[in-house]
């Protein structure tokens, strides 16, 4: 799988937009751009995922770079429970997709 | 529906002795994977299973580990011989299997926390 890079950690105001940026710069064609993340002793959750285009759903925006080599996750109104490590991942087509996690970026959500 | 459940939640054993770890997939999802997060770390895939195609077992660690799925669908992860970096996280991930994998979404359930004394 490619390569993702994340900020260490960043923190962000209850109420206000959170943007996480992630860089994938060697992203081939047929890879997707997941994002999970993990609040303090929980298992990984499902946030969003895309290929091309951008995406929203209740939870999140993906926004993708048109030559696909960036992306932002926006979490539009944080609150204190978005607080968690999130994981940015771009992940292969294949048979056999395992998820391979870097160590995200913590987002802290102040009051 | 319900989730990824896996049980124990919890287990502590002492060094040598085996544990076997259960994870129950979402109901219809015939794909099913297994990683494990060591202590401030990222997760590490383990093995992977695909209806009844032969698990994929490339990230298991040591032949101390192993894996096996009944009817194609309860999952139990064994570790033989615990050593204590076995210490970790196992958690337990399904998706339906219908699609090519990097497709799919994977559930996750919660986590069998394991500590090896």
């Known amino acids: 799988d490619a390569k993702t890079t994340q900020p260490t950690s960043m923190d962000c105001a209850e109420g206000r937009a959170a943007n996480l940026p992630c860089n994938h710069s060697?992203?081939?064609?047929?890879?997707?751009v997941y994002w999970y993340r993990q609040i303090h002793s929980q298992g990984p959750q499902y946030i969003i995922h895309g290929l091309k285009n951008n995406e929203t759903n209740e939870m999140a925006s993906l926004i993708i770079t048109e030559d696909r080599k960036s992306s932002t996750l926006i979490l539009p109104h944080a609150t204190l429970r978005d607080t968690a490590v999130y994981y940015c991942i771009v992940r292969a087509t294949g048979a056999n997709s395992k998820l391979t996690f870097g160590k995200g970026i913590t987002l802290s959500v102040r009051p | 529906g319900a989730g990824v459940s896996q049980s124990p939640s919890n287990k502590v054993t002492e060094k040598g002795k085996d544990v076997e770890l259960r994870c129950d997939p979402i109901s219809g999802h015939t794909a099913l994977y297994w990683y494990r997060q060591s202590l401030g770390q990222g997760l590490e895939f383990l093995i992977y299973?695909?209806?009844?195609?032969?698990?994929?077992k490339s990230g298991l660690p040591s032949d101390r580990f192993s894996a096996e799925r009944t009817g194609g669908s309860v999952s139990t992860l064994t570790i033989q011989r615990t050593q204590q970096e076995d210490s970790a996280v196992y958690l337990c991930?399904?998706?339906?299997?219908?699609?090519?994998?990097?497709?799919?979404?994977?559930?996750f359930g919660p986590g069998t926390r394991l500590l090896v004394l």
């Open positions: 991930a399904s998706s339906p299997g219908r699609l090519a994998g990097g497709r799919e979404t994977q559930y």
């Open positions: 299973f695909q209806g009844n195609s032969a698990p994929d």
């Open positions: 060697t992203i081939s064609g047929n890879e997707y």
